[in-house]
């Protein structure tokens, strides 16, 4: 099939930005290796109002977030999938300096009392916990899975490698990927994460639960959950490791205290770029080649705002903003 836009990568970036152009009615191409496992594929998915180990406003988080629920909302509407899903976070104290952060005037209406707090046997908090309402959790396997099925069934889909075509403007949305990296050369700073999969019985817990950095989240099977994340710059492979296994199961124990089955555990490498930002634009150089990259760990919530700039960019020249346009965060070759 020819088409206008070649997308390579069907991860959360390229599988947003294909849909955007498909909403625009441009002919795309996606081309994906459908690897046994991907970052986007691991990725929890959530989505919250407040980040970090020093709590901050997640950066724009008043705009992505109802560009991320009005998009995916869309795409439920048109594959019958239901992977977009309203989840308020409790996130637990772990010292008086952090509840004491919580109360500052920027975090008004974005946090209030958890209603009902978790058990404090089962969930220690000497230090108190606030709920964030307005966060939710993308499901990225099942709106991938979705996303892939309805492009293969139109032939927009291809599994393999990519091979550069003359005439369509080809998007670059592999992730962090060294062998292809050389095309478009981007400042990585990539991070490998292991997750788990566990089984809580009992629990009974439908949000999700944030301390010190972990998160805790329901997959929408009962009494099943995934915790992570881990973080290594070492070696950046999705290989998961017994150390990673080990450190998992020892921060779950901390935050709830009730036995748990591991069935499965996961790993995957974040595409972080300096400045923890998307990058996306067109080469200088090239007009036909273009980027859509760096999603990092918040790309469930960046995604649908950023691929929608830059398809309105390539299909209607519409401007790309300055802190996310690749000509202001990398030098060429």
Not at 26 to 33: L, P, Q, S
Not at 114 to 126: L, T
Not at 149 to 169: I, L, N
Not at 271 to 285: C, F, Q, S, T, Y
């Amino acid at each position: 099939m020819s088409a206008e836009f070649v997308i390579v990568g069907a991860g959360l970036a390229g599988t947003t930005l294909a849909w955007a152009m498909v909403r625009r009615r441009r002919t795309v191409r996606v081309i994906d290796r459908e690897p046994a496992s991907s970052t986007s594929r691991v990725a929890a998915g959530l989505m919250t109002p407040i980040t970090g180990k020093k709590p901050a406003v997640s950066w724009r988080w008043h705009d992505l977030r109802p560009a991320a629920e009005r998009f995916y909302r869309e795409v439920e509407a048109i594959t019958g999938g239901r992977f977009f899903h309203p989840r308020p976070v409790v996130r637990v104290m772990t010292s008086e300096k952090e509840r004491e952060a919580f109360a500052r005037p920027e975090f008004a209406g974005l946090v209030t009392p958890p209603d009902p707090p978790p058990h404090p046997v089962v969930v220690p908090q000497p230090f108190g916990a606030v709920l964030m309402p307005t966060a939710a959790q993308l499901d990225t396997r099942l709106y991938l899975d979705c996303s892939r099925d309805h492009f293969r069934d139109r032939g927009w889909y291809d599994r393999g490698e990519y091979t550069r075509p003359t005439a369509a403007v080809v998007i670059l949305c592999h992730g962090y990927d060294p062998p292809t990296d050389k095309r478009y050369p981007l400042p990585f700073r990539p991070a490998k994460g292991e997750i788990l999969t566990v089984r809580i019985p009992r629990f009974g817990e439908t949000r999700a639960i944030n301390r010190g950095g972990w998160w805790l989240a329901p997959t929408g099977i009962p009494d099943e959950y995934r915790f992570g994340a881990t973080y290594s710059w070492d070696v950046l492979d999705d290989v998961p490791t017994v150390t990673g296994r080990e450190e998992l199961a020892s921060r779950l124990g901390e935050l709830v205290q009730l036995p748990f089955e591991v069935v499965g555990h996961a790993a995957g490498v974040r595409p972080i770029v300096a400045g923890r930002k998307p990058v996306l634009g067109v080469h200088p150089d090239d007009p036909r080649l273009a980027v859509f990259n760096g999603l990092s760990s918040k790309g469930s919530l960046s995604a649908p705002y950023f691929a929608e700039m830059l398809a309105a960019h390539l299909c209607d020249d519409a401007p790309i903003d300055p802190e996310v346009d690749v000509r202001h965060r990398t030098p060429h070759p």
